[in-house]
């Protein structure tokens, strides 16, 4: 069964900062992908990036990039120049993209708040 | 915007009632699912299922049963509430093979006093 973990439960930082949250996980797998999925308050739970394993570039979506090391299992997002917006739960998730088997495992979470 | 919807938003209801927690998508996604959620806390898959007339419990116990009868809905159903259950339920859907990008609802907090 694959794992998911994120060492850093509550994190906060200056806006306009950067601000880099940790994610590993464990997978006997060779192919597979990692999310990076973001919950504001109140609100519905939204894809922020997502990494094919079996790409080696890292994945980049407007001030978020990841760092996927594929050899350490670890999987860590950057969001440079935060806005208050980022202010949100962060979930790291893992998913085996075999037909009729893709289900999502998700990671504790980690609580960042953006600090004007 | 996605388009799952979860309905009710808040539900506060006494112990020993049945109740059902609405779940519909209009993407035509086959896949859906529902997990549990403390506040703050991880998700935890309870029910998945894969089409209509298919249905899996997920990796966490749970006394609830699902049914999908139709592709756009997944009802989760409580026979008979207790405390225990009080927690948030997301419903979440994800399309085509390949399309690996899950579109949540909005979750339904439930409360059993």
């Known amino acids: 069964a694959q794992t998911v973990t994120q060492s850093q439960p509550e994190m906060s930082v200056q806006e306009a900062e950067t601000v880099t949250l940790s994610c590993t996980y464990d997978t006997s797998e060779n192919n597979y992908y990692l999310f990076w999925y973001k919950q504001p308050p109140s609100r519905q739970m939204i894809l922020v990036i997502r990494?094919?394993?079996?790409?080696?570039q890292n994945a980049t979506e407007n001030r978020f990039s990841v760092n996927f090391q594929k050899a350490a299992k670890s999987f860590s997002l950057k969001i440079s120049d935060s806005q208050l917006g980022d202010t949100a739960m962060y979930f790291c998730a893992f998913m085996k993209p075999y037909f009729g088997n893709e289900k999502l495992t998700f990671g504790t979470g980690t609580r960042l708040t953006i600090i004007p | 915007e996605a388009d799952i919807y979860q309905t009710p938003r808040y539900l506060v209801i006494g112990t020993g009632k049945k109740i059902t927690l609405e779940c519909s998508q209009t993407?035509?996604?086959?896949?859906m699912y529902w997990y549990q959620q403390d506040p703050g806390m991880e998700l935890h898959l309870i029910h998945y299922s894969y089409g209509v007339n298919s249905t899996e419990k997920g990796d966490l116990s749970s006394e609830s049963t699902v049914s999908r009868i139709r592709t756009e809905h997944f009802p989760l159903t409580l026979e008979s509430a207790r405390p225990s259950h009080t927690s948030q339920y997301l419903c979440?859907?994800?399309?085509?093979?390949?399309?690996?990008?899950?579109?949540f609802g909005q979750g339904t907090r439930l409360t059993v006093v």
């Open positions: 990494q094919e394993a079996y790409k080696q």
């Open positions: 993407m035509g996604h086959d896949k």
């Open positions: 979440a859907s994800t399309g085509l093979p390949g399309n690996t990008e899950a579109f």
